[in-house]
T-cell receptor
């Protein structure tokens, strides 16, 4: 299995631009999570889905952030408009019931 | 409100000695705890876990201890090896077997010196 696949690995964009991060979970996993890693807060949960349905989006910082999971094999996290304080590493992870999370290698976002 | 806290941002240990990483939590409803290890430019990978009904779980050189009354857990690595140098994240959840969310701490960067 290829594991959780995230794209792009790196994204550099200007303030105000739209950013879309992509994730392909491990086949057969029914839960998908988006985390953001910062020095101050460590790994922060933004949103998670069970069976493609958003369960908890209380970690999404603002309305500028949105996430979708149109099917079991794909999810996106969108930031519109982006701001410099959104600069961080964004991780996608997937799991099946009772199993540990498997993380992708992350997308490093830099907003200038 | 940080429900899972790792108060030591970094730890340096000599090769062959014991590494002890600590983690505190505030939510008494957490029923499962995990440790993840992260190398630079990679995602975190699962290391070891413990259910709230236990106070110790061991896997090779890694042992996790849970003190529910103190809301504290620790990860012991014995003996420490240079390849153990990484960032270690503590995580907790209250609905592990129902696909519940994992809450992570800030991480502790371990450096094992030869």
């Amino acid at each position: 299995d290829a594991g959780v696949i995230q794209s792009p690995r790196h994204e550099v964009t200007e303030m105000g631009q739209e950013v879309t991060l992509r994730c392909k979970p491990i086949s057969g996993h029914n839960s998908l999570f988006w985390y953001r890693q910062t020095m101050m807060r460590g790994l922060e949960l933004l949103i998670y889905f069970n069976n493609n349905v958003p369960i908890d989006d209380s970690g999404m910082p603002e309305d500028r952030f949105s996430a979708k999971m149109p099917n079991a094999s794909f999810s996106t996290l969108k930031i519109q408009p982006s701001e410099p304080r959104d600069s961080a590493v964004y991780f996608c992870a997937s799991s099946s019931l009772g199993s540990p999370l498997h993380f992708g290698n992350g997308t490093r976002l830099t907003v200038t | 409100d940080q429900q899972v806290k790792q108060n030591s941002p970094s730890l340096s240990v000599q090769e062959g000695r014991i590494s002890i990483l600590n983690c505190d939590y505030t939510n008494s409803m957490f029923d499962y705890f995990l440790w993840y290890k992260k190398y630079p430019a990679e995602g975190p990978t699962f290391l070891i876990s413990i259910s709230s009904i236990k106070d110790k779980n061991e896997d090779g050189r890694f042992t996790v201890f849970l003190n529910k009354s103190a809301k504290h857990l620790s990860l012991h690595i014995v003996p420490s090896q240079p390849g153990d140098s990484a960032v270690y994240f503590c995580a907790a959840t209250e609905f592990y077997n129902q696909g519940g969310k994992l809450i992570f701490g800030q991480g502790t960067e371990l450096s094992v010196k030869p």
